[in-house]
């Protein structure tokens, strides 16, 4: 009889409305390794989030194998899943967009979890102190904005530049193309007496993962050779 019920819960044949009250989820085995993976993800994510980080080319191949596999493999588990619980979905709308957005929300969370979060963190537990030099430039969209809104009414509000991820004093670099975030964000007395290039030393950690930003030093003296700006 329990053999009988088994396989009743398996067939794909759609179920009459009046007996989905009946139906029950069946929580496939070993759900608990999933939840380790997804909750791992998710811290790194919050690491990664906290931190500014640029991975090394190396470490962004590395990154991206494995998360392919943990991408099929996950994919398949929920696929397994859907499949002891075939029953519960009548709706082919609903059906078509699990199969399409499952795949692509597990690929990118798993993305920014083991390329930064994952990379940065060993960063941080091998990475020795180094430093790089690049010519930052004044995002254009920022720096428009900036002169109408604030520098000609003197404002500075602490809300719009303290903010890593939503400021509106961004500086953008070759060496931080891959970083995230792609910019870096300095107080806004900075950035209304900054020209629109300028020189930096970026100091932080690094290691074969990649390099952890921690600060940046203007450096003055190769600023005023840079080419003169319009």
């Not at 990475?127 to 500075?156: H, Q, S, T, W």
Request: aromatic fraction near 14%; charge should be positive; include cysteine.
């Amino acid at each position: 009889m329990a053999k009988k019920v088994k396989i009743e819960a398996r067939d794909l044949r759609a179920v009459k409305p009046q007996n989905l009250a009946a139906l029950k989820f069946t929580p496939p085995p070993y759900r608990w390794v999933l939840g380790v993976v997804i909750v791992t993800e998710t811290l790194l994510i919050f690491w990664a989030l906290a931190h500014q980080f640029i991975p090394s080319p190396r470490w962004q191949n590395i990154a991206f194998y494995i998360n392919i596999v943990l991408c099929v493999l996950c994919t398949a588990y929920f696929a397994y899943s859907f499949w002891l619980n075939a029953p519960l979905y009548q709706s082919k709308i609903k059906i078509v967009l699990i199969a399409i957005f499952t795949p692509v929300l597990i690929y990118f969370w798993g993305y920014i979890a083991i390329k930064y979060g994952a990379g940065d963190l060993i960063t941080h537990k091998e990475g020795k102190p180094a430093m790089m030099e690049d010519i930052f430039k004044k995002n254009a969209d920022d720096d428009e904005r900036f002169k109408k809104e604030y520098l000609a009414k003197g404002e500075y509000e602490k809300r719009y530049f303290d903010n890593r991820k939503g400021c509106i004093t961004r500086l953008n670099g070759y060496t931080i193309k891959d970083a995230l975030p792609v910019h870096f964000c300095v107080s806004g007395q900075d950035f209304a007496i900054l020209p629109k290039h300028v020189a930096v030393k970026i100091h932080g950690l690094q290691s074969d993962a990649g390099f952890d930003i921690e600060r940046i030093e203007y450096d003055w003296l190769k600023t005023s050779f840079l080419p003169a700006e319009d």
